[in-house]
């Protein structure tokens, strides 16, 4: 890694605050944002890093040389577009001339109709794309943006953000860019530094401030956070006698923290706000009569429209043992087993409309074909080398879209609907063939049904939460036989249970927040926790899990952002990825399957593509 610019505490004066004071870091290739609230200094550094201004206090070193090519590129906050000329014209003047023309990129920042237009005749966000585009054209070792694609509509911003990450890994350019989005960072950036108005921050890796921030203040800058003392924890979580208690205070994202509803619970909700994925709620302990809000991950409801606390319930708040000590042993995973991968690819899906749909589960097919669900209420089918084939409508989608596929053994395949609180056995050309299922808390009922499954029988197996957090298995006609689990943290229980396989008579379930895998055997009896050997196997919310060819289990991980591999037994073979934007990352993966020839597809769903790894 090459250091790009040195700067040894710089100052900038400033009326009425100054605009640096004292910063020193080192920025270094890769994709480095500088994060801070308006009038700390962003576009100040960034304007020193090109040159446009001068430091008055201190030193800035610039190690950036390329013979072959131009060093810097810049794109100022204002796009800095020339009046006189056409968006194509802007391109040209500077792409280096054994380039080419620019069709390729009108094309990935939806410019080709305005190509001959000149920038008072182009929208805020087609000038933020040109400002974009222009300095990809240029050829540039590193590029320096300050708030790039500001302007750009939210629903088109992922597949811009994919151009640039393309660019910057085919080209081996760097990136610094300056935002006020915490979620950017987390998305694109490797480094970043971050600053208030007059003091430094943060500087450093993302992923280590994410999740082990040496302050509350350093916590805030990527995000929302429940920040407890020792005594705190001890206080206000439900966690097991065994756990670790923390001698530091610790840090808790919102999703990392579950409030549950326990009559024998010492909290009280005082008030509950729901807010999508999260949940603000203020809660009194009942021994101390302390009052105190958290922010936390939403509870299941049977209608999925509010949450599932109300002022006046009794709750527990909890972090399970194997995430809390993940959180609490910072580095446990070091020294672990990686996978070794081949190859990395990945591709979007098929705009629908204006939009870009995300994907939430991959399947397989018939002749290698893959099967994929995404947040449009489509059926995807895409050959085994990747090319997309048709697609076929869910019968109902405006409620919520399905999380789970299964090719049945007669060629049907069976999709688990997930807000319709059913199961949808569709024909090999799409056509429905039948459903079962209703919404209900009885057998043969549902609530979220997420994942079906069927074993070497014909025999369907049908896992869900939302309060029915339980495994249940029917004919193939949708006919009950038996279930079995419940909501709780108890080993045979659940708690929003996501992936599901049957092997060999075994029924092997990733217990997402539970963090953990466990077995059972087909008729319904408890195995076992899955363990590495005497140690825990650390999870982070394990959405998906299958079998792949070798026996082994393939778990992907919502929260860590990587795929896992272990033994029957639990044994950790190896891991491979980590929660980002870029090749060999992650974003909030939803679902995996493995083919015959050890490819692994993922639903890299907050990426919003689908990943193949070659192993």
Request: charged share 20%.
């Amino acid at each position: 890694m090459a250091t790009l610019w040195e700067l040894q505490h710089v100052s900038m004066a400033g009326s009425p605050r100054a605009r640096l004071s004292d910063v020193s870091l080192a920025i270094e290739s890769g994709v480095t944002a500088v994060l801070g609230e308006s009038g700390a200094g962003k576009t100040t550094l960034l304007n020193l890093l090109v040159g446009f201004e001068k430091v008055q206090g201190g030193s800035l070193h610039c190690h950036v040389k390329d013979e072959n090519a131009l060093g810097v590129y810049w794109s100022p906050p204002d796009g800095g577009l020339w009046p006189h000329l056409s968006v194509r014209e802007h391109l040209a003047m500077v792409m280096p001339a054994a380039t080419g023309d620019a069709s390729d990129l009108l094309e990935s920042f939806a410019l080709t109709e305005v190509a001959d237009a000149r920038p008072s005749r182009l929208s805020m966000g087609e000038r933020s794309r040109l400002s974009v585009a222009r300095a990809l054209a240029s050829g540039a070792k590193v590029l320096v943006m300050d708030e790039p694609l500001a302007n750009v509509d939210v629903a088109r911003l992922p597949q811009f953000w994919t151009v640039i990450r393309d660019h910057l890994k085919r080209t081996s350019a760097s990136l610094v860019f300056a935002t006020h989005s915490a979620e950017t960072v987390l998305a694109e950036a490797s480094f970043f530094f971050n600053e208030t108005a007059t003091t430094e921050i943060y500087t450093g890796d993302v992923q280590t401030l994410y999740r082990n921030p040496p302050t509350l203040e350093a916590a805030r800058c990527l995000g929302e956070v429940n920040w407890l003392t020792p005594d705190e924890c001890s206080l206000w979580l439900d966690t097991q006698d065994s756990s670790p208690r923390p001698q530091a205070p610790t840090c808790i994202r919102p999703e990392h923290l579950s409030v549950d509803i326990d009559s024998a619970g010492p909290l009280v909700v005082q008030s509950s706000r729901f807010r999508g994925m999260l949940t603000d709620v203020t809660l009194q302990h009942a021994g101390s009569n302390s009052t105190r809000s958290f922010v936390c991950r939403s509870p299941a409801s049977s209608d999925g429209t509010q949450a599932a606390v109300k002022a006046g319930d009794h709750v527990s708040l909890r972090v399970l043992f194997l995430l809390l000590l993940a959180l609490l042993v910072p580095g446990c995973s070091k020294g672990e087993p990686q996978l070794e991968v081949k190859s990395f690819t990945y591709q979007s899906m098929p705009p629908d409309e204006a939009t870009l749909p995300t994907p939430r589960a991959v399947g397989l097919g018939t002749d290698g074909q893959i099967i994929i669900l995404d947040k449009a209420g489509r059926v995807l089918i895409f050959a085994s080398n990747g090319k997309y084939l048709h697609h076929w409508w869910m019968p109902e989608y405006a409620a919520g879209k399905p999380e789970g596929v299964c090719l049945l053994k007669d060629g049907r395949i069976a999709i688990a609907d997930t807000h319709y609180s059913r199961i949808v056995i569709f024909n090999p050309d799409g056509s429905v063939s039948h459903m079962f299922g209703s919404l209900g808390r009885e057998t043969g009922q549902f609530i979220y049904p997420v994942k079906v499954v069927q074993d070497d029988n014909g025999f369907l197996y049908v896992v869900e939460y939302g309060g029915n957090d339980r495994v249940q298995k029917f004919t193939v006609e949708g006919e009950f036989v038996l279930q079995f689990g419940s909501f709780s943290a108890a080993p045979g229980d659940f708690s929003r249970p996501g992936g599901l396989a049957w092997h060999e008579g075994k029924i092997y379930v990733a217990d997402a927040d539970n963090h953990r895998v466990q077995v059972f055997h087909d008729d319904g009896r408890f195995i076992k926790v899955l363990t590495n050997g005497d140690e825990p196997l650390i999870l982070d919310f394990p959405y998906d899990l299958c079998i792949g060819p070798d026996g082994l289990i393939y778990v992907i991980e919502y929260g860590a952002g990587r795929l896992t591999v272990i033994t029957r037994d639990g044994e950790l073979v190896g891991r491979y990825g980590s929660a980002g934007r870029g090749e060999g990352q992650f974003s909030t993966p939803w679902g995996l399957r493995v083919d015959a020839n050890r490819r692994v597809w993922i639903a890299d769903t907050g990426n919003r593509r689908i990943v193949e790894l070659q192993l």
